[in-house]
């Protein structure tokens, strides 16, 4: 069964930084391209980072460039969001999602929250 | 990339079908054939309903149909039941292999 479990999520002063992790679990981690997508309290998700099958290749939304990085260790089957400078337009439920062959989240984790705030 | 626009509420009776629709441009929606759907319980992780405008994942129920006409894609629930009460949301494919874009979302009632 396909498993995708976030963690690292909490509250966090502006200007903080935090990580985030999703391990992964019941498929072969390394052929899949992970993305980051997050989901502010009432609005609909939106697309954060994406990494290649093998970490090579990442990319971010416009909103985080310069701010976050996405990484990933295959040996560990575990993906990360190291996120920077955050602001209250950073709150937001975080998933980590399963790119399937034609081009959709087909497995989501359950999310973890970030919360901004002094 | 600018969301795609979603009906914010849709309704209908046990039974009823109902269609929410998902415009774009021909930069993402009409430009490929690469719209998913994602239905979302109240505190859950949204969940694939359609991918490729109109294939289903296994287990997904054959009540849950996608289509799409130019720049605009729709999903219709047949014979609605209660359980289909949830957020839905569209995506598309938008030229890059990682940049996609999300629909506001559609709360779907069950009368």
């Known amino acids: 069964e396909v498993q995708l479990a976030e963690s690292g999520g909490g509250l966090v002063q502006p200007g903080g930084s935090l990580r985030l992790s999703c391990a992964a679990s019941g498929f072969t981690f ?3 391209a992970m993305h980051w997508v997050r989901q502010a309290p009432g609005k609909g998700p939106e697309y954060v980072s994406a990494i290649s099958r093998n970490g090579a290749d990442t990319y971010y939304a416009n909103s985080v460039k310069g701010r976050f990085t996405i990484s990933r260790d295959n040996s560990k089957n575990t993906l990360y969001l190291q996120m920077g400078s955050l602001g209250a337009e950073d709150m937001a439920v975080y998933y980590c999602a399963r790119v399937g062959s034609s081009y959709s989240y087909d497995y989501w984790g359950q999310g973890t929250l970030v919360t901004v705030s002094s | ?3 795609l626009t979603q009906p914010p509420s849709a309704s209908g009776s046990p039974g009823q079908s109902v269609t929410i629709s998902c415009t774009g441009t021909s930069s993402d929606v009409g430009g490929y054939n690469y719209v998913s759907w994602y239905q979302q319980h109240p505190g859950k992780a949204p969940k694939l309903m359609i991918y490729e ?3 289903r994942p296994s ?4 009540r849950f149909s996608g289509s799409k006409s130019g ?3 729709s999903l219709t629930v047949s014979g609605l039941q209660a359980e289909d009460e949830a957020d839905y949301y569209c995506n598309s494919y938008a030229g890059s292999s990682t940049v996609r874009v ?8 069950v009368l």
Not at chain 2, 102 to 109: E, I, Q, S, V
């Open chain 2, 59 to 62: 287990g997904v129920p054959d």
């Open chain 2, 1 to 3: 990339q600018s969301a």
């Open chain 2, 102 to 109: 999300f629909g506001g979302g559609t709360k779907l009632t």
């Open chain 2, 53 to 55: 405008v109109s294939k």
């Open chain 1, 30 to 32: 390394s052929n899949f």
């Open chain 2, 71 to 73: 720049n605009t894609a």
